[in-house]
Structure formats: C-alpha cells, structure tokens
C-alpha cells in the first residue's frame, strides 16, 4: 500500500489561515487522484477536496471559495489552503490516494493516520 504522510494541522482563531500537506511514498504504485476528507466528532466522514492527475478538482459545497487543492504529480504529493476557517471546520483530516499497483495492476486506496484541525470562535 502506499504511505501517506500528512502535515500542517493546529489550532487556529476563526477566520485564520492553514496549509495542510499531504507525501506518498514512491514506490511501485501509480497514483490518479489525492484529496482530503475530514471527520467531526459523531459525523461520518466526508469529502473536503479531491485532484485527478490530470488536475480536475472537486470541493465540498461548505469549502467552496475558501479551500483551494493543489498537487505536484513529480512528488506525488497534494496540498490544501484553508482560509477563512470556521469553527465547523474544525475535524481530524485524512489525506487519501487511490491508484494502481504497477506490478500486479490491482488498485489500491490509502489513507493518512490524520491530523487535527481545530478553529476556535
């Protein structure tokens, strides 16, 4: 499976500012899109933001105009600005890969340990 390495998450006043950083190990694996979901204490995990290899995005409604996804295919890795955070924003976020294993051909989906981000009113 491929490892995923996250970074950037921490407390933040609301209307604050936070970069969260997202590293896949190279390996045999090729990678067609990465993204962030986040999870609330009680809610089920959802889609905050995802890109294809080919760059098409897609965002969550509720992040819309504030989140912006970018990715660096060469580094395989994928990165999320926040701004103006509300304190509903306020989940553990999973970086997530999915892909295909170059070797057997069999697709795979990965997922970060998380980290938190918490935005107080």
């Known amino acids: 499976q491929v490892q995923l390495e996250e970074s950037g998450g921490g407390l933040v006043q609301v209307g604050g500012s936070l970069r969260l950083s997202c590293a896949a190990s190279?390996?045999?694996?090729?990678?067609?899109?990465m993204g962030w979901f986040r999870q609330a204490p009680g809610k089920q995990r959802e889609l905050v933001a995802v890109?294809?290899?080919?760059?098409?995005?897609t965002y969550a409604d509720s992040v819309k105009g504030r989140f912006t996804i970018s990715g660096d295919n060469a580094r395989n890795m994928v990165s999320l600005q926040m701004n103006s955070l509300k304190p509903e924003d306020t989940a553990v976020y999973y970086c997530?890969?999915?892909?295909?294993?170059?070797?057997?051909?069999?697709?795979?989906?990965?997922w970060g340990q998380g980290t938190q981000v918490t935005v107080s009113s």
């Open positions: 997530n890969a999915d892909g295909q294993n170059l070797v057997t051909s069999r697709p795979f989906i990965s």
């Open positions: 190279r390996s045999i694996f090729s990678i067609n899109r």
């Open positions: 890109i294809t290899r080919g760059g098409s995005t």
